[in-house]
């Protein structure tokens, strides 16, 4: 039997090693991603700053792997009628599937904006972000604008204007988000505190902002207002893999797709087993993959005794969030139950949280590394 992942990241990475360990030895494991790397996702805006850090928020794959089949390659398409996924170096047959592909930056079709719009999705991305806010720095008056104020956005936004800081310049950073808060989808209480940490960084907030399309030098808002700007950064949504057709198809709590495959993580729209949508978020992928590799060994006992696959008893994953994370150049934002906090107790949170969770995928090092750059990083706990 053949058990195939699609996609690397939270989702991906964390399926399959808990594959390796509840799988039987002579189920066959694959893992394909178009880098031999995972990425360390929520950490990417910390190399705005932090150049130095790529190296630790970066994992082997064939190093946090035991048994699985590790292949670099683009996912170009998914047959799930005849299970064969195509890639950019062949085709790949499978008994079970995972698709963990994650998500693109979702640009809307609007006019200009993903001409001009930098997203923050790849290391590459995040260099060249650095690279233009240093040249901008260096002009009197500039202007930074970030479009999209979810939780990747506020990020990107503190560190730009904590760099702004520590160049001595006096660029302008604003952050612009359509709807009346900011990071929307999470409680009030959180939204609040993010917005009062991001004023206290220098960063101004405009919500009720709609960007409709942008050229080299403004964004035009639904309100036929033109902001200029001299560096555009957009955070402003995300969309399904290529693979998909840029679609997140919807799955139920069991995250069946069909009788062969699964989806989860930001490649999918979860609906729970309470029937609520699950937001896409670091801390659902990895909670998701505890519920597929529990559903895939399931899957897998009942066909190697023979049984009916459509028989087994699938559990469902329900969301319930212990709290939320969110970095705002040198401080934080942390819920926890219904209690939100910021400052030392927040960024020692957000360091433990990073540091567990490299741990957890076998990156002892990096999480070593990164407790060390934190501690000597000023203005850092």
């Given at each position: 039997?053949?058990?195939?992942?699609l996609?690397?990241?939270?989702?991906?990475?964390?399926?399959?090693?808990?594959?390796?360990?509840?799988?039987?030895?002579?189920?066959?494991?694959?893992?394909?991603?178009?880098?031999?790397?995972?990425?360390?996702?929520?950490?990417?805006?910390?190399?705005?700053?932090?150049?130095?850090?790529?190296?630790?928020?970066?994992?082997?794959?064939?190093?946090?792997?035991?048994r699985?089949?590790?292949?670099?390659?683009?996912?170009?398409?998914?047959?799930?009628?005849?299970?064969?996924?195509?890639?950019?170096?062949?085709?790949?047959?499978?008994?079970?599937?995972?698709?963990?592909?994650?998500?693109?930056?979702?640009?809307?079709?609007?006019?200009?904006?993903?001409?001009?719009?930098?997203?923050?999705k790849?290391?590459?991305?995040?260099?060249?972000?650095?690279?233009?806010?240093?040249?901008?720095?260096?002009?009197?008056?500039?202007?930074?604008?970030?479009?999209?104020?979810?939780?990747?956005?506020?990020q990107?936004?503190?560190?730009?204007?904590?760099?702004?800081?520590?160049?001595?310049?006096?660029?302008?950073?604003?952050?612009?988000?359509?709807?009346?808060?900011?990071?929307?989808?999470?409680?009030?209480?959180?939204?609040?505190?993010?917005?009062?940490?991001?004023?206290?960084?220098?960063?101004?907030?405009?919500t009720?902002?709609?960007?409709?399309?942008?050229?080299?030098?403004?964004?035009?808002?639904?309100?036929?207002?033109?902001?200029?700007?001299?560096?555009?950064?957009?955070?402003?949504?995300?969309?399904?893999?290529?693979?998909?057709?840029?679609?997140?198809?919807?799955?139920?709590?069991?995250?069946?797709?069909?009788?062969?495959?699964?989806?989860?993580?930001?490649?999918?729209?979860?609906?729970?087993?309470?029937?609520?949508?699950?937001?896409?978020?670091?801390?659902?992928?990895?909670r998701?993959?505890?519920?597929?590799?529990?559903?895939?060994?399931?899957?897998?006992?009942?066909?190697?005794?023979?049984?009916?696959?459509?028989?087994?008893?699938?559990?469902?994953?329900?969301?319930?969030s212990?709290?939320?994370?969110?970095?705002?150049?040198?401080?934080?934002?942390?819920?926890?139950?219904?209690?939100?906090?910021?400052?030392?107790?927040?960024?020692?949170?957000?360091?433990?949280?990073?540091?567990?969770?490299?741990?957890?995928?076998?990156?002892?090092?990096?999480?070593?590394?990164?407790?060390?750059?934190?501690?000597?990083?000023?203005?850092?706990?």
């Open positions: 039997m053949h058990v195939v992942v996609g690397a990241g939270y989702a991906g990475l964390t399926l399959t090693r808990l594959l390796e360990r509840t799988l039987p030895e002579g189920v066959d494991i694959t893992l394909v991603d178009e880098s031999p790397d995972h990425l360390v996702q929520h950490e990417l805006h910390r190399v705005i700053r932090r150049p130095e850090l790529a190296g630790e928020i970066t994992v082997s794959l064939p190093a946090a792997l035991d699985a089949t590790v292949r670099v390659a683009r996912v170009e398409g998914i047959d799930r009628d005849e299970r064969v996924v195509t890639l950019s170096d062949g085709d790949l047959e499978y008994d079970l599937a995972a698709i963990c592909l994650g998500a693109q930056t979702a640009f809307y079709g609007l006019e200009g904006v993903f001409e001009y719009g930098t997203p923050l790849r290391l590459s991305h995040a260099s060249r972000i650095r690279r233009r806010a240093l040249a901008v720095c260096r002009r009197d008056d500039a202007r930074i604008v970030v479009g999209g104020a979810g939780l990747s956005g506020v990107v936004a503190g560190e730009l204007a904590a760099l702004a800081r520590e160049e001595g310049s006096t660029a302008s950073v604003t952050i612009l988000e359509q709807l009346d808060r900011v990071a929307p989808g999470f409680p009030a209480h959180f939204q609040r505190a993010v917005e009062r940490t991001l004023e206290d960084a220098g960063v101004e907030v405009r009720g902002a709609t960007v409709v399309e942008a050229d080299a030098e403004r964004i035009t808002l639904e309100s036929g207002e033109r902001v200029p700007y001299d560096q555009f950064v957009w955070t402003g949504g995300i969309r399904g893999s290529d693979a998909l057709a840029g679609d997140r198809p919807t799955v139920d709590g069991d995250l069946r797709l069909d009788e062969h495959t699964f989806a989860l993580g930001d490649a999918a729209r979860v609906v729970d087993a309470d029937g609520d949508a699950v937001p896409a978020s670091a801390q659902s992928a990895v998701e993959a505890r519920t597929a590799a529990e559903n895939i060994s399931r899957l897998v006992d009942a066909r190697s005794t023979g049984s009916d696959p459509l028989v087994p008893h699938l559990e469902t994953f329900s969301f319930d212990p709290g939320w994370l969110v970095s705002v150049g040198d401080d934080a934002v942390a819920q926890v139950g219904p209690a939100v906090f910021t400052g030392r107790p927040a960024k020692a949170l957000k360091t433990t949280v990073g540091v567990g969770y490299l741990s957890s995928i076998g990156g002892i090092r990096n999480a070593a590394e990164l407790v060390y750059r934190d501690a000597i990083s000023p203005g850092r706990v």
